[in-house]
């Protein structure tokens, strides 16, 4: 997926910020420039961190990884870390003659930061977020097809899991089938951990599913998705088992309204804001503004949850090829909540729905 280019192009980024090099730490940032897709279990276990110059590269790992990463990455000198990271990264600092380090904040620990700023005195060390967080918004045509290869699987899950669901099964049990056809059917893993919420429990926007069995005529919302080959989806769909009842059909009836005026609306060039206040707007209208309490969407990728924003308070403009979620909901406590999610792919003139769950509710 030319990854040579993306680190040519943040080479090009360095220089033109006047540092001597950039420190890469966040996981799906070291994917997205070296290819080698192999994910963190935690900060202090890494696999490895980047070190980008203006004219050279070095993937810095240990030796759990080190054949692996030299089979995979051509394009970055491969650099074995004996130790520490850290302790390996000080000597190529003082190697390369590095004298203003670009790091990134949200990723590099306070004692990591502390440790390499006392063994490298002498260095500057520059926030420097988002660089490549931002290439990242704009997919090419390879992440495009795995995203949709994710997104596929995701939406026959949801076709098996319609054909199985009934009255009495509890929602760990659902999500647990939700999982279990996933993985047999490819998943390299879970996009995030799938959520059922039923009843009371869909009130809550990021319920985790629980021993409470699924019962008629009450809202229930189902929200997972796949990861494949690094990418992930993201689907949420409200349904109903049996008579629903007045007040799930109004509910459900604005928030559809809102996902479909939204999706007809949205496209590059309106900012993140603009886009939340389309189904904002509507619900507010339907006499639900205040129980839609989360913002539209979200950017996916390699992270489930990435740039740009469909938000009250994200106000740059969304770009061509950006992958989002488009995700009204409204949440009555003590009652339920309905919300229902389709990824697209923003354009100059739309978006293209990804999608192609079933929207049908009433089963």
């Excluded at 203003?100 to 063994?119: D, P, R």
């Excluded at 047999?184 to 429990?201: I, K, Y």
């Excluded at 804001?273 to 509507?282: C, E």
């Amino acid at each position: 997926m030319d990854f040579d280019k993306r680190v040519a192009r943040l080479q090009q980024v360095i220089q033109e910020r006047k540092l001597d090099a950039m420190l890469v730490t966040d996981a799906a940032n070291r994917v997205y420039l070296s290819g080698f897709g192999n994910a963190d279990t935690a900060t202090a276990g890494s696999v490895g961190w980047l070190l980008i110059g203006p004219t050279r590269g070095a993937f810095i790992t240990n030796f759990l990884y080190l054949e692996a990463v030299k089979q995979q990455v051509k394009h970055l000198e491969v650099v074995n870390a004996p130790v520490r990271i850290s302790e390996t990264l000080k000597e190529i600092i003082e190697g390369w003659g590095i004298g203003k380090l670009g790091f990134e904040s949200n990723s590099l620990t306070v004692s990591q930061h502390q440790a390499l700023t006392e063994a490298t005195p002498a260095v500057k060390f520059e926030p420097a977020d988002g660089i490549v967080e931002e290439f990242r918004q704009v997919k090419n045509e390879t992440e495009l097809g795995r995203i949709r290869t994710s997104l596929e699987l995701t939406d026959r899950a949801y076709n098996h899991v319609m054909g199985v669901l009934r009255p009495g099964l509890t929602e760990k049990e659902v999500a647990w089938e939700i999982e279990r056809y996933l993985r047999e059917h490819g998943a390299e893993s879970m996009a995030f951990a799938p959520a059922v919420a039923a009843g009371p429990n869909s009130a809550v926007p990021h319920h985790e599913p629980s021993d409470r069995p699924i019962e008629v005529s009450e809202p229930i919302w189902l929200d997972f998705g796949a990861r494949l080959n690094g990418y992930c989806a993201d689907l949420t769909r409200t349904i109903c088992l049996g008579e629903p009842p007045a007040q799930l059909v109004k509910v459900v009836d604005a928030v559809q309204k809102a996902l479909e005026v939204a999706e007809s609306q949205i496209k590059a060039g309106l900012t993140g804001k603009q886009a939340d206040a389309i189904a904002r707007d509507l619900l507010a209208q339907a006499g639900f503004g205040d129980a839609f309490t989360h913002s539209l969407g979200h950017g996916l990728g390699l992270y489930i949850h990435e740039g740009p924003r469909l938000s009250r308070f994200y106000e740059d403009e969304l770009k061509a090829g950006a992958v989002v979620t488009i995700e009204p909901g409204v949440y009555l406590p003590g009652w339920g909540g309905v919300r229902i999610e389709d990824t697209v792919v923003v354009r100059e003139d739309g978006v293209e729905i990804l999608t192609t769950a079933s929207k049908d509710w009433r089963l």
